[in-house]
């Protein structure tokens, strides 16, 4: 089966992006965080959660056979998203993630993957200690038929909503074996879905704010073409 495609040609990047208000009330509806929001009732985009890495990117891939699919829906997932903090001192704590896009996936749900050289050396043969790519199906385990059987992912895993981030900018090295690491699927049917830009919700310091991440996944299909995307 052939791998998804790597898109190659990002859009400009673009760090931070207020969504008029919708994901001040998401934090409150998912979790019932008291964090403020800035003076205009909007998230704020000037947090210290910073997505390293320059411009944008994503992938895109089509639908597998109707028959492999998990209930109504095929995932794909966008990884290698490394987040971190600007300021040592202070933890984020992450409350959930949007997509943009026309047509927009079915839905969008994240983990967030830590790796450290302890967990690379405590993995289990067969796994992969290296950031995602891009991967048909769910992570960490990619499980699903239609997947494609890529390595299982070692580290730390676990869901988006409420895991923290704490790790300062200044100390991610350079051997790619530290790192936390943002994981983003989305979910589509036989119309396939295009998610351009994914928002993170996001508190700190009882402040709420938003990241935006400008990484693209496009899930072709009837309504998902390449007079869509050029990822189809």
Not at 17 to 36: E, H, K, Q, Y
Not at 150 to 179: H, I, K, M, N
Request: glycine letters at 12%; hydrophobic letters at 35%.
């Amino acid at each position: 089966m052939a791998s998804p495609k790597l898109l190659t040609s990002p859009p400009a990047r673009s760090r931070y992006a207020a969504r008029a208000g919708v994901l001040a009330v998401l934090c409150a509806v998912l979790t019932g965080c008291d964090a403020d929001t800035g003076d205009d009732g909007h998230p704020r985009e000037d947090g210290p959660l910073t997505l390293s890495g320059e411009g944008g990117g994503g992938v895109g891939d089509y639908a597998p056979p109707r028959r492999k699919w998990v209930g109504d829906t095929w995932a794909l997932t966008v990884g290698g998203l490394a987040l971190c903090v600007d300021d040592p001192d202070v933890t984020v704590t992450l409350q959930g993630a949007t997509a943009t896009g026309d047509p927009a996936p079915q839905g969008v749900t994240g983990v967030i993957r830590r790796m450290t050289p302890a967990l690379r050396e405590a993995a289990a043969p067969g796994e992969s200690t290296a950031p995602l790519l891009g991967a048909r199906g769910t992570p960490p385990q990619f499980a699903e038929s239609y997947s494609g059987n890529p390595d299982p992912l070692a580290g730390e895993v676990q869901p988006l909503e409420d895991a923290t981030v704490d790790q300062p900018c200044s100390t991610r090295t350079g051997s790619g074996y530290d790192y936390t690491e943002l994981l983003l699927t989305a979910y589509a049917d036989e119309k396939g879905g295009l998610a351009t830009s994914f928002d993170i919700t996001y508190t700190a310091d009882d402040e709420t704010y938003v990241l935006n991440v400008p990484w693209e996944i496009a899930m072709c299909g009837t309504e998902v073409d390449a007079d869509v995307t050029p990822s189809c």
